[in-house]
């Protein structure tokens, strides 16, 4: 039995249902029969699917994302199967209900055993597929799933569709009635990230009681991460708290690592990252780490220092060990949570922050720009050629994209490249902002023409 499949609407307008489970299960079989099509890379070799592919279904009305992950084998060691991994969690922290897909032909493994563990600490209903159960006989055999500690078993042949229909009625009882909800473009969502105790909470709390407007709180899309939509100067503001970084299990490292989770996909929907840290401890390695995070992911990134009055000489210092980390230069910011200080504008900051990375540069402005970097800094040179910057575009926005053509792309070299975003940061205001520039070969004439 099949649901039906359509066109992917925009990632969060409806629930998200991830399936995972160890290598060569079944799980992309599984997803293209819930689908009713062929969405999915399917083959024997285990690990083909390595990335997440999202494909929309709807059943009995309700429609979700089913999310399908590569296999998760922690006996494997190898590099592949860690980013294969992480790819995987990354979809688990992102649902709103995980399939955990079993081989029932293979019978009870110590890989599923090891993966069910880690499934039993999570904030979201799990549900345990049997795939393979081809024969009348084998949903008795599926029973032996029992000993996961996660439910009862839907037994599954994703080959011949047996038990799919019960298996999809499951996954719509255990979402519920989420609505679902498209985010208004003009809207700008801000990510709260930081460290356990660094009083990230009070200072979200600070912001909602601050005159501002609370429109409505939302259960959020990510567990005990909960998305807020007020309203900050005339625009709407969707406020996302990952609460759970500030979470401690007695199962070691496992609800802390479903924390970092949510707060790496945070920052991946997010415009703005504000990393709240503590003024006390200064800047440590793992804010800078998550600093890197959003550059990647092209967040736009603010510092906030927290419960301490700095003095105008330790922000400059803070402000240059951050320039010397992260390309992105963010702004750093000193507020007190506890008494209010500075906190009125830090939402404000945020969205004019979202609205320079958003900005579109004029071509005239921009090449008029890339020629007086080269007068006032001349590229480098290799064996008598200069590198020349010919002509540059605005590609895209939020991050900012630039094409600039030139006449040798071997002749760049890194701390030139760097220079030259820092100037544009310099000229537009881009600090905290990731740029992407991609400069491209002139074609069809001599290099030093």
């Not at 906190?343 to 921009?366: E, N, W």
Request: aromatic share 4%; charged share 30%.
């Amino acid at each position: 039995m099949e649901a039906s499949a359509g066109e992917l609407a925009p990632s969060g307008a409806v629930p998200t249902v991830a399936v995972v489970g160890f290598p060569n299960v079944g799980k992309s079989t599984l997803v293209n029969r819930l689908a009713g099509g062929r969405e999915a890379v399917v083959h024997s070799e285990a690990g083909v699917t390595r990335d997440r592919k999202r494909v929309r279904c709807e059943w009995n009305g309700r429609e979700f994302d089913l999310l399908d992950t590569g296999g998760i084998d922690l006996d494997d060691e190898s590099e592949m199967a860690a980013d294969i991994q992480r790819q995987a969690r990354l979809g688990m922290a992102e649902a709103d209900v995980v399939v955990l897909v079993v081989n029932g032909q293979a019978g009870l493994r110590t890989g599923d055993t090891d993966l069910a563990r880690e499934l039993r600490n999570s904030p979201v209903p799990v549900i345990v597929a049997v795939n393979k159960s081809d024969r009348p006989e084998d949903e008795f055999a599926a029973a032996e799933f029992h000993a996961l500690g996660l439910g009862d078993p839907t037994a599954v042949s994703a080959t011949h569709g047996i038990g799919t229909g019960d298996l999809l009625d499951r996954v719509t009882a255990a979402l519920g009635d989420r609505p679902a909800r498209v985010e208004e473009s003009d809207s700008v969502r801000v990510a709260m990230i930081g460290r356990p105790n660094v009083g990230k909470s009070s200072l979200v709390n600070r912001i909602l009681g601050d005159d501002r407007v609370i429109v409505s709180p939302i259960a959020g899309t990510t567990r005990d991460t909960i998305d807020t939509e007020i309203e900050v100067d005339g625009r709407k503001v969707t406020l996302v708290d990952t609460a759970g970084l500030r979470r401690r299990s007695k199962v070691a490292g496992s609800v802390d690592h479903y924390a970092q989770l949510r707060s790496e996909r945070a920052i991946e929907r997010a415009d703005v990252a504000i990393i709240v840290c503590d003024a006390h401890e200064g800047v440590r390695s793992e804010d800078l780490k998550v600093g890197e995070v959003a550059m990647r992911a092209g967040c736009a990134t603010m510092i906030v220092m927290n419960k301490w009055d700095i003095t105008e000489a330790d922000i400059d210092d803070t402000r240059a060990r951050v320039a010397r980390k992260l390309r992105l230069r963010p702004e750093v910011v000193t507020c007190s949570a506890k008494t209010g200080r500075n906190v009125a504008g830090l939402i404000s900051r945020a969205v004019a922050l979202a609205d320079r990375a958003a900005q579109r540069i004029p071509t005239p402005q921009l090449n008029r720009f890339l020629s007086e970097v080269q007068t006032t800094t001349p590229p480098p040179s290799r064996r008598g050629r200069r590198l020349k910057l010919l002509y540059g575009a605005q590609t895209g926005v939020s991050p900012p994209h630039f094409a600039v053509q030139v006449n040798d792309r071997r002749l760049i070299v890194r701390d030139w490249a760097y220079h030259l975003e820092n100037r544009l940061r310099d000229q537009w205001g881009l600090d905290g902002v990731p740029l992407v520039i991609d400069y491209i070969p002139r074609k069809g004439r001599g290099a030093d023409d």
